[in-house]
């Protein structure tokens, strides 16, 4: 059974930044493709970024690009979000997936429960 655990969410000013850590367990981490998502209040469930198995290909929302950064750890079983720069409008909470199937939906197969970024002064 697939686990995954996100950490590194609080409350930074804008401008400021954070990383935000996913363990997985369960499953072997390299066979899947890793994703970031995130859900403000009252919208649906918006896309991120995910990266492939290697980490060799990297894939991001046009909203993030050039300010945050997925990566991977494969021998801690981990995928990390470098947020830079962050805006008011990127508060929400954010979770990783797995089993994300690269193509223009990046579905997930899994999903964790997600911790909360808000950015505000």
């Known amino acids: ?4 655990a996100e950490s ?4 930074v ?15 072997t981490f390299t066979a899947h493709a890793m994703g970031w998502y995130r859900q403000a209040l009252g919208t649906e469930i918006e896309f991120v970024a995910a990266i ?12 993030v690009k050039g300010r945050f950064t997925i990566s991977r750890d494969n021998a801690k079983n981990t995928v990390y979000l470098q947020m830079n720069a962050l805006k008011p409008e ?11 199937v690269l193509n223009s939906d990046y ?6 429960q997600g911790t909360q970024v808000t950015v505000s002064s």
Request: aromatic share 14%; proline share 2%.
């Open 52 to 63: 492939s198995w290697s980490g060799s290909n990297t894939y991001y929302a046009d909203s």
């Open 8 to 11: 590194g969410g609080g409350l």
């Open 1 to 4: 059974q697939v686990q995954l």
């Open 13 to 27: 000013q804008p401008g400021g930044s954070l990383r935000l850590s996913c363990v997985m367990s369960g499953s």
């Open 107 to 112: 579905e997930y197969h899994y999903r964790g």
């Open 90 to 100: 990127d508060t929400a909470v954010y979770f990783c997936g797995a089993g994300v």
